[in-house]
């Protein structure tokens, strides 16, 4: 508990906190330069590019330049195509939509509803968040162009020259991707997760030496701690490594984020070394190098054993923490032979899904769609009667804040409102009065440009706690100044647009945070407790024979599991911005959730070795006895998991009977491999291993929740 103890003094003034908070996410960290550097570039030669050739609608193409994460070589050609195709098949399918229901005023807005409806279904169930992207800005345009009570002919161009806007985004943007990628080297997972095992490193050593912290160090440790891991497991979900080499490596960028996050706090503690904590500082030191050099070297951290001798415990706070951390780090890769290696007939994917494997059958989509129709459909409403087509960005506002709104909480619309009146009355606004009427020239713009751009950008790769902000910032400025192919004069024209947004912005908040309001910590906590039953179902599979089916079974669990591990990282930092009578106990929740995830990890990827024995996969068969014996211990753990569920969201369990009765199994097995017509090989060997693993972990976790 020394985590929780510390963190909270430091969050009991808001405005202290505050300041702390910005300064951490505006650091500097390496790499973040050059990244705004790319988007920057990518924006800006799509905006010279649509002001020259004078076509229309290319600020949706300077916001897929921002929006449109940097990958590889293979995802970057793969998302220019889907941003492209996806752009077609929407107006596709709005121009023969619209042949229908254009000359029927009811049925035409019948299909504006339902057109609501299919955009926030269609964000909330698409696998792929570029497919997403591109959908939503076709739909964005496209209901308030058809609006206009101008010839369809008018409006059938315009739609035709969306999609122009759309394909000089896509090349450009694509073109510098490409250009900055072939400029990176190395792994883009490994590397990262090296820098903060070196940075853990060379701060534990200044402990080992009995010297006082240089400043350089710490303060690269707190810009890890503040960037998180966010950066790391978005590139893994759209890496080319096998489902389980992508799970195991996110367990590794976790385990390792948790091991930087106590080692930002281990400066602002107050203690004494003795010779012996000189020690274990070394150790755990040379520990973490050893790690960072097998991991470089694609080689498995061999196991780790610290000294948790109680008496030296409690002479230094959070170490014992560090070193239990740090030797879960070996144990992610659960008895695999090498980092790129440990593969089974389950590592090849299923056929790539379009849609979440859950689309038709978990309710929270069809909320989330009913929830959004709404607001879009409220704005929509407005602006209509009222006959103010000005704030049409209104519904543009609600179709792209959708695009972060699953699983957000409180504090994504503090970052919604503040950015758009920031970008849009500031920057947007402020320049106009301030600045462009002195411009005479698309160079004086540009250099504008660059700078809204290179300042929102620096804001979008901050850490997920304030990222959007600069989404919206950028958003905002686009729709003001990037709109018409001149020099916008008109402030009555800028404050349409931005009272436009903030409507959007708060009709999302109304029906999203008060109608259906639940605070982050409430979220942090169902989503870890289902997350642990989701777990208990896993240890159960396989329930078919057939190794097809349950092989894509149990992958699409797994990738379940495996999303809701980022949900509640993502909701550990809502927690942060969310203030209140309860906010020390959610933040001491907090710490505890992020300590137990560590743990709950580990058993997931060891869960995913035993699926093997279960399956019986080829290389995996086990005599009869002991799988009757592994199908009861996988029932009592499902069990135990289940229980630790229910006592998080206050139900009440039974007392887990869990290390019982896996000692009296363990007896069991000992005595069926001593049985003279039976031995053990070395694959039983290895399930016992994972069995003990299992055991151990979920024991502690017993004690803890």
Same mark, same amino acid.
């Given at each position: 508990?020394?985590?929780? %103890?510390?963190?909270?003094?430091?969050?009991?003034?808001?405005?202290?906190?505050?300041?702390?908070?910005?300064?951490?996410?505006?650091?500097?960290?390496?790499?973040?330069? $050059?990244?705004?550097?790319?988007?920057?570039?990518?924006?800006?030669?799509?905006?010279?590019?649509?002001?020259?050739?004078?076509?229309?609608?290319?600020?949706?193409?300077?916001?897929?330049?921002?929006?449109?994460?940097?990958?590889?070589?293979?995802?970057?050609?793969?998302?220019?195509?889907?941003?492209?195709?996806?752009?077609?098949?929407?107006?596709?399918?709005?121009?023969?939509?619209?042949?229908?229901?254009?000359?029927?005023?009811?049925?035409?807005?019948?299909?504006?509803?339902?057109?609501?409806?299919?955009?926030?279904?269609?964000?909330?169930?698409?696998?792929?968040?570029?497919?997403?992207?591109?959908?939503?800005?076709?739909?964005?345009?496209?209901?308030?162009?058809?609006?206009?009570?101008?010839?369809?002919?008018?409006?059938?161009?315009?739609?035709?020259?969306?999609?122009?806007?759309?394909?000089?985004?896509?090349?450009?943007? @694509?073109?510098?991707?490409?250009?900055?990628?072939?400029?990176?080297?190395?792994?883009?997972?490994?590397?990262?997760?090296?820098? *903060?095992?070196?940075?853990?490193?060379?701060?534990?050593?200044?402990?080992?030496? &009995?010297?006082?912290?240089?400043?350089?160090?710490?303060?690269?440790?707190? *810009?890890?701690?503040?960037?998180?891991?966010?950066?790391?497991?978005?590139?893994?979900?759209?890496?080319?490594?096998?489902?389980?080499?992508?799970?195991?490596?996110?367990?590794?960028?976790?385990?390792?984020?948790?091991?930087?996050?106590?080692?930002?706090?281990?400066?602002?503690?107050?203690?004494?070394?003795? /010779?012996?904590? #000189?020690?274990?500082?070394?150790?755990?030191?040379?520990?973490?190098?050893?790690? *960072?050099?097998?991991?470089?070297?694609?080689?498995?951290?061999?196991?780790?054993?610290?000294?948790?001798?109680?008496?030296?415990?409690?002479?230094?706070? +959070?170490?014992?923490?560090?070193?239990?951390?740090?030797?879960?780090?070996?144990?992610?890769?659960?008895?695999?032979?090498?980092?790129?290696?440990?593969?089974?007939?389950?590592?090849?994917?299923?056929?790539?899904?379009?849609? $979440?494997?859950?689309?038709?059958?978990?309710?929270?989509?069809?909320?989330?769609?009913?929830?959004?129709?709404?607001? $879009?459909?409220?704005?929509?409403?407005?602006?209509?009667?009222? %006959?103010?087509?000005?704030?049409?960005?209104?519904?543009?506002?609600?179709?792209?804040?959708? +695009?972060?709104?699953?699983?957000?909480?409180?504090?994504?619309?503090?970052?919604?409102?503040?950015?758009?009146?920031?970008? &849009?009355? +500031?920057?947007?606004?402020?320049?106009?009065?301030?600045?462009?009427?002195?411009?005479?020239?698309? $160079?004086?713009?540009?250099?504008?440009?660059?700078?809204?751009?290179?300042?929102?950008?620096?804001?979008?790769?901050?850490?997920?706690?304030?990222?959007?902000?600069?989404?919206?910032? %950028?958003?905002?400025?686009?729709?003001?100044?990037?709109? !018409?192919?001149?020099?916008? =004069?008109?402030?009555?024209?800028?404050?349409? *647009?931005?009272?436009?947004?903030?409507?959007?912005?708060?009709?999302?908040?109304?029906?999203?945070?008060?109608?259906?309001?639940?605070?982050?910590?409430?979220?942090?906590?169902?989503?870890?407790?289902?997350?642990?039953?989701?777990?208990?179902?896993?240890?159960? !599979?396989?329930?078919?024979?057939?190794?097809?089916?349950?092989?894509?079974?149990?992958?699409?669990?797994?990738?379940?599991?495996?999303?809701?591990?980022?949900?509640?990282?993502?909701? =550990? @930092?809502?927690?942060?911005?969310?203030?209140?009578?309860?906010?020390? #106990?959610?933040? %001491?929740?907090?710490?505890?959730?992020?300590?137990?995830?560590?743990?709950?990890?580990?058993?997931?990827?060891?869960?995913?070795?035993?699926?093997?024995?279960?399956?019986?996969?080829?290389?995996?068969?086990?005599?009869?006895?002991?799988? =009757?014996?592994?199908?009861?211990?996988?029932?009592?753990?499902?069990? =135990?998991?289940?229980?630790?569920?229910?006592?998080? !969201?206050?139900?009440?369990?039974?007392?887990?009977?869990?290390?019982?009765?896996? /000692?009296?199994?363990?007896?069991?097995?000992?005595?069926?491999?001593?049985?003279?017509?039976?031995?053990?090989?070395?694959?039983?060997?290895?399930?016992?291993?994972?069995?003990? #693993?299992?055991?151990?972990?979920?024991?502690?976790?017993?004690? !803890?929740?």
């Amino acid at each position: 508990m020394a985590t929780i %103890a510390q963190s909270l003094p430091r969050s009991s003034g808001p405005l202290t906190w505050f300041g702390q908070f910005l300064k951490e996410e505006l650091a500097p960290y390496p790499g973040r330069a $050059a990244l705004v550097a790319q988007m920057t570039i990518a924006a800006t030669l799509i905006m010279i590019v649509g002001m020259t050739f004078r076509i229309p609608y290319i600020w949706q193409g300077a916001v897929y330049a921002l929006m449109v994460s940097r990958e590889n070589t293979r995802s970057t050609m793969q998302s220019a195509a889907t941003i492209f195709l996806v752009t077609g098949i929407g107006t596709t399918y709005l121009l023969v939509s619209m042949w229908f229901v254009i000359n029927v005023p009811l049925l035409h807005f019948v299909w504006v509803i339902g057109t609501f409806f299919l955009a926030f279904y269609a964000v909330s169930v698409l696998t792929n968040y570029t497919a997403a992207v591109a959908f939503i800005n076709v739909i964005a345009l496209a209901i308030p162009l058809w609006d206009r009570h101008v010839p369809a002919e008018i409006n059938v161009e315009d739609t035709l020259w969306l999609c122009l806007a759309v394909l000089v985004a896509v090349v450009v943007t @694509g073109a510098v991707e490409l250009a900055f990628v072939r400029l990176q080297q190395g792994d883009e997972v490994v590397l990262p997760v090296s820098d *903060r095992l070196s940075a853990v490193a060379n701060l534990l050593s200044c402990y080992a030496e &009995g010297r006082t912290v240089d400043r350089g160090m710490e303060q690269k440790v707190i *810009r890890f701690a503040a960037l998180g891991t966010s950066l790391l497991r978005r590139t893994l979900r759209r890496s080319d490594d096998s489902p389980h080499g992508s799970v195991e490596m996110g367990g590794i960028a976790a385990v390792v984020g948790r091991l930087v996050d106590l080692a930002e706090t281990l400066p602002q503690l107050s203690f004494d070394l003795s /010779a012996s904590d #000189r020690s274990r500082f070394r150790n755990l030191a040379s520990t973490v190098l050893s790690i *960072r050099d097998d991991l470089m070297n694609q080689r498995i951290p061999g196991l780790v054993h610290f000294d948790n001798n109680p008496q030296l415990a409690d002479s230094v706070p +959070l170490l014992s923490e560090m070193e239990s951390t740090a030797a879960l780090i070996p144990q992610v890769f659960a008895d695999a032979p090498s980092v790129h290696a440990y593969t089974s007939p389950l590592d090849a994917p299923p056929q790539q899904r379009l849609l $979440a494997p859950d689309a038709f059958v978990n309710p929270d989509h069809l909320r989330f769609a009913l929830k959004g129709c709404l607001a $879009a459909s409220i704005c929509y409403l407005i602006y209509n009667a009222i %006959a103010w087509p000005g704030i049409s960005t209104a519904v543009t506002t609600c179709l792209l804040t959708a +695009l972060s709104t699953i699983g957000s909480s409180r504090q994504k619309q503090v970052l919604r409102i503040t950015g758009a009146m920031f970008g &849009g009355f +500031l920057l947007g606004m402020g320049s106009q009065i301030f600045i462009l009427p002195y411009l005479d020239s698309i $160079a004086g713009f540009v250099v504008l440009f660059l700078a809204v751009t290179a300042l929102s950008s620096w804001f979008i790769t901050s850490s997920p706690r304030l990222s959007y902000f600069g989404i919206q910032v %950028a958003l905002a400025f686009y729709l003001v100044n990037l709109n !018409e192919f001149k020099i916008q =004069t008109s402030l009555a024209v800028a404050r349409d *647009r931005v009272f436009g947004i903030l409507l959007g912005l708060f009709i999302m908040w109304l029906v999203f945070d008060q109608f259906w309001s639940v605070s982050a910590a409430v979220q942090m906590t169902r989503t870890f407790a289902s997350n642990m039953r989701l777990l208990a179902q896993f240890a159960r !599979e396989p329930i078919s024979n057939d190794v097809r089916n349950a092989s894509e079974r149990s992958y699409s669990l797994r990738e379940t599991i495996n999303s809701n591990f980022d949900r509640v990282r993502d909701l =550990t @930092g809502g927690v942060l911005l969310e203030f209140g009578p309860s906010r020390e #106990r959610d933040l %001491a929740l907090r710490e505890r959730i992020i300590r137990w995830q560590a743990q709950v990890r580990m058993l997931f990827l060891t869960e995913i070795a035993l699926w093997k024995y279960r399956a019986q996969l080829p290389g995996f068969e086990l005599p009869t006895a002991l799988v =009757t014996q592994q199908r009861q211990f996988d029932e009592d753990f499902a069990l =135990t998991m289940e229980g630790m569920a229910d006592r998080l !969201e206050g139900r009440s369990s039974k007392p887990s009977r869990f290390e019982d009765s896996v /000692a009296h199994r363990e007896g069991n097995a000992e005595a069926y491999g001593k049985a003279p017509e039976q031995t053990f090989s070395d694959r039983d060997s290895a399930l016992l291993s994972l069995r003990r #693993r299992i055991q151990n972990l979920t024991t502690s976790l017993t004690q !803890e929740i």
